[in-house]
């Protein structure tokens, strides 16, 4: 394996997602490699950490690189066993976790899926989020607006839906969202039942070749998908949120994550 | 403030997103004490440092408690200015990045969202692979099931919808989700268009009671939520399963998380 490459294993002995995330936005920084992820999730026996153990130490000899380890694993044992190996170790339990059960005088309870758990209030919000995003996804339903955190609006296939499930199943918001379409360009007013929630609408624009070219994959050299038509739906729809005073924001250059987290700033929806 | 509770202040200057999911894996696991956070993204500024800073003192003196902050921020100067807090720090950026420029032999460039950055291929296949969910969600289209990666099976309201759109946004993989109704039970047959992915399905149940709860919420006092309906339609796709070789996890006790990671040891897809 050439320098350019490096293996990671995301050792965890509950879902491996924290160290994963971790991981991720790390190693996303170091231009110039290209990191392979090997993942062992619910790793909590001495046989599946002798397995992990012999799998480093294997790469270890067959890459002639060292491997990462990104882990947190809270039985002592089942830890020093994997710290034997040929890698590199980045060790969540071992940096945070003690200091932190002495800085809050209380103790670590390693539970599995603890954060996430369904007897967590927390859990049914999300969940309730979510089903509120799908059933508001693309203006199938004004039942229940007013109950939403934040509508997003913008032309067909400007990024709503995805960021309105980023931000339910991240954050735990109600965002629905609602199209802007030529229908509403030729009348030239805001689709009427939006108008009571101007408060929470926010909008999202593209660059029209983005758009051209993400609605050509759907629907190829239709009158929906040619460039200017793009064109025309973008310009319009940025007229129309100018003049209601509706702030927006170019997805074209910004990931769903950011784009959430913007969002969040903007309505005042982060504290 | 009681000792039971505790300000969580998150500073990133990016999203925030990697520090956010660090904390809540690091902190739901110490029981009894409630945190509450506050976030701090995109913090690339001596301005936004200083009010940060001036933020953590407030709230050491108005709790009398030490807040503790979750941060990475590349700038030493801005970093210093946050380190100068009452607070108790975790730092991301101290602890693991510049050890791991060491190690790579490369330098840690910070760019904002980068790991999530739309100019990379992964960041197309994660939006396919929600377009892909979306389309396939509770059996409405069956033209492209060849190309997923699992097909869900499991009664109305069991978490295949959540579990599909986590597994895609998440992971980038194709995730598909088809119900089992009573016409299925009655037949006593799986829906025919799933006979040929049989290698892809599996299958989530849950345990009546819970069935009846969500259902009801839904539509409250109708046969499909009555207690014995549920009852009925659990059993049925349970055994409907067993004899065609399904295998299925339980959602009740599980997070979405780990039902996800699991859902891919399962069928080899994480590595």
Known sequence: MDASKR??????DGTGITVE???HGLLA????????????????TMDKAQECL?????????????PIVIMTVTNKEISALIHLGQAY?????DSFIAPLEEQLGARYSRAV??????????YDKRIAAMNFALAHDDGVSDADLKSADIILVGV???GKTPTSLYLSLQFSLKAANYPLIPEDFERNELPSRLLQYRSKLFGLTIAPEQ?????????????YSSLENCRYEVAAAERMMRREGIKWFETTSRSIEELAVQLMQELNLDH
């Open 54 to 66: 012999s799998r480093i130490n294997e790469l270890y000899e067959s890459e002639g690189v060292t």
């Open 7 to 12: 293996t990671v294993i995301y050792v965890s």
């Open 29 to 44: 920084q170091f231009d110039g490699i290209e990191f392979r992820a090997i993942r062992f999730p619910f790793l909590d």
């Open 211 to 223: 758009l051209h070219r993400i609605r050509n994959e759907r629907r190829p050299n239709s009158k």
């Open 113 to 122: 899926g603890r954060s996430h758990s369904q007897a967590h209030p927390q």
């Open 21 to 23: 995330t971790l991981g």
């Open 89 to 93: 170790f980045i060790d969540l339990f």
């Open 156 to 158: 067909s296939r400007s």
